[in-house]
């Protein structure tokens, strides 16, 4: 059964513009997690989509947004890149049951974006 | 690539020891404890989890223990091997609401 994927792996910005990441989930995963990981915070929750919605919402400003389609994959969008956004970016996904309960999340590799 | 922060704390032991990761958690609500290793220029890979109606839970060479009176959670690893080096982290959960929050993790250097 293949990982969870990201992409691009790599990705180089410039301030004010703005980028899009990509992840698929393990295949019958219907659950996606965006996660931020800097040097400074450490991993901290950016979103998770269930079905096509957005469930829960970490602590990040509106440039940051996702999206899940009907295949749940995820992409999540920055807008406006500031320099403090350059971080690894990982998605994770989980069999969510409905209820709630929580699963064993299952993370890709992470996009790696550099803001110049 | 790099991954993880530049001033971890670093636990070094040699290989064949047992090695002890210890993580405060925040939130008393807290009902979900994992804890992912993750090495470098990789995504966290899940190690074992626990549930706070439990204290100890073994998998594979790991252990973890939970002491929910004090908001505290530590990872045991058996026979250390060179494969174990990387950055641990716990994080902690609660049903009905998904996201994960993480500690800052320790770096576990095995000496050969």
């Known amino acids: 059964k293949a990982g969870v994927t990201q992409t691009p792996r790599y990705l180089i910005k410039t301030r004010g513009q703005q980028v899009t990441l990509s992840c698929s989930p393990i295949?019958?995963?219907?659950?996606v997690s965006w996660y931020q990981q800097t040097p400074g915070q450490g991993l901290q929750f950016l979103f998770e989509?269930?079905?096509?919605?957005?469930?829960n919402k970490g602590n990040f400003p509106g440039r940051f947004s996702g999206r899940q389609f009907s295949n749940s994959r995820s992409e999540m969008n920055v807008s406006t890149l500031e320099l403090g956004d350059s971080a690894l970016y990982l998605c994770?996904?989980?069999?969510?049951?409905?209820?709630?309960?929580?699963?064993?999340?299952?993370f890709g590799p992470g996009t790696r974006l550099t803001v110049l | 690539g790099e991954s993880v922060g530049l001033h971890l704390p670093t636990l070094s032991v040699q290989e064949g020891d047992n090695s002890i990761i210890n993580c405060a958690y925040s939130?008393?609500?807290?009902?979900?404890f994992i804890w992912y290793k993750q090495e470098s220029g990789k995504g966290p890979q899940f190690i074992i989890d626990i549930r706070s109606n439990m204290d100890k839970r073994q998998g594979q060479r790991v252990t973890v223990l939970l002491n929910k009176t004090v908001k505290h959670l530590s990872l045991q690893i058996a026979a250390t091997q060179p494969g174990d080096s990387a950055v641990y982290f716990c994080a902690e959960g609660y049903t009905g609401r998904r996201a994960l929050t993480f500690g800052s993790g320790t770096r576990l250097q095995v000496q050969p």
């Open positions: 295949s019958g995963h219907r659950s």
């Open positions: 939130n008393s609500a807290s009902d979900y």
């Open positions: 994770a996904s989980s069999s969510r049951v409905a209820g709630g309960d929580l699963n064993e999340q299952f």
């Open positions: 989509y269930f079905s096509e919605t957005q469930r």
